[in-house]
C-alpha cells in the first residue's frame, strides 16, 4: 500500500534562513506527489504538486520541491523563511488515482 | 478559495448521542472526502463518494456512516458518538484532471 514518511515531527528554524521539510514514500509507479500548508485552525492549503516532468517543482509562496526517484523523496524547501510561513506541512501522494484518493504523511511543524 | 462549507464549525456533544456534520460545496466536483485529524496521526480518510449515492469507506471508517443525495453536500453521521471520535474533521472536494483536492475550514467535535 501506498505511504508517506514525513521523518521531522517538529523543526524550528530562525527567520531568514533556509528550510528543508523531508518527505519519503512508498509507491510502485510514479507518483502524484503535493505539499499542504495548515496555518493554526485552517484548513490545508495546496503549496505545490508534482505529476511528471522536471523534477523541481514551483509552488506558492516561494516554496519549492525536488522529487528524487531514487530517494523516494519529495522534499520541500524555502531559501529565506518569513515568520508567516510558520505552520503544519503535509506530504501527501495519490493512493488511488481512479477516486482520486490521497494518503498524508503525519505532518511536520514548522517553528520560526 | 473554493468553495466549501462545512457546518457545524465547533459542536460539544455527549457519549452515545447521534451527531451529523455537513460538507456544501459549490464547485461541482464529482468527489468528496471526509477526514479526521489527530495528532501524530495526520489526516486519516473516513470516507468518500464519488457521485451522487455512490459512497465508499476509508481507512477510519468505523462507527461513521455518510450519504450524498445532492452533489454539493456531503453528510458524515457518528451514529452513536464515542470520546475516540472527539477530533477536527475536514471535508475535501477533488474533481479535476489535476487531482488537487481542496478543503474546507474544519470542524471541531469534542465529545465528552
Not at chain 1, 485552525?41 to 522536471?54: A, R, T, W
Not at chain 2, 455518510?66 to 475535501?92: G, H, I, M, N, P
Request: net charge neutral; glycine share 10%.
Amino acid at each position: 500500500a501506498q505511504s508517506v514518511t514525513q521523518p521531522d515531527i517538529h523543526i524550528t528554524v530562525s527567520e531568514g534562513a533556509s528550510l528543508e521539510l523531508r518527505c519519503n514514500y512508498s509507491y510502485g509507479a510514479t507518483p502524484y506527489l503535493f505539499w499542504y500548508v495548515q496555518s493554526p485552525g485552517q484548513g490545508l492549503q495546496l503549496l505545490l504538486k508534482y505529476f511528471s516532468g522536471d523534477t523541481l517543482v514551483q509552488g506558492i509562496k516561494g516554496f519549492e520541491a525536488e522529487f528524487k526517484r531514487s530517494q523516494s523523496s519529495f522534499n520541500l524547501r524555502k531559501p529565506s523563511v518569513h515568520w508567516s510561513d510558520a505552520a503544519e506541512y503535509f506530504c501527501a501522494v495519490i493512493s488511488d488515482g481512479g477516486f482520486q484518493k490521497l494518503v498524508f504523511g503525519t505532518g511536520t511543524r514548522l517553528l520560526v | 478559495d473554493a468553495g466549501i462549507t462545512q457546518s457545524p464549525r465547533h459542536k460539544v456533544t455527549e457519549t452515545g448521542t447521534p451527531v451529523t456534520l455537513r460538507c456544501h460545496q459549490t464547485e461541482n466536483h464529482r468527489y468528496m472526502y471526509w477526514y479526521r485529524q489527530d495528532p501524530g496521526h495526520g489526516l486519516r480518510l473516513i470516507h468518500y463518494s464519488y457521485g451522487v449515492k455512490d459512497t465508499d469507506k476509508g481507512e477510519v471508517s468505523d462507527g461513521y456512516s455518510v450519504s450524498r443525495s445532492k452533489t454539493e453536500d456531503f453528510l458524515l453521521t457518528l451514529e452513536s458518538a464515542t470520546s475516540s471520535q472527539t477530533s477536527v474533521y475536514f471535508c475535501a472536494i477533488s474533481g479535476g484532471r489535476s487531482y488537487e483536492q481542496y478543503f474546507g475550514p474544519g470542524t471541531r467535535l469534542t465529545v465528552t
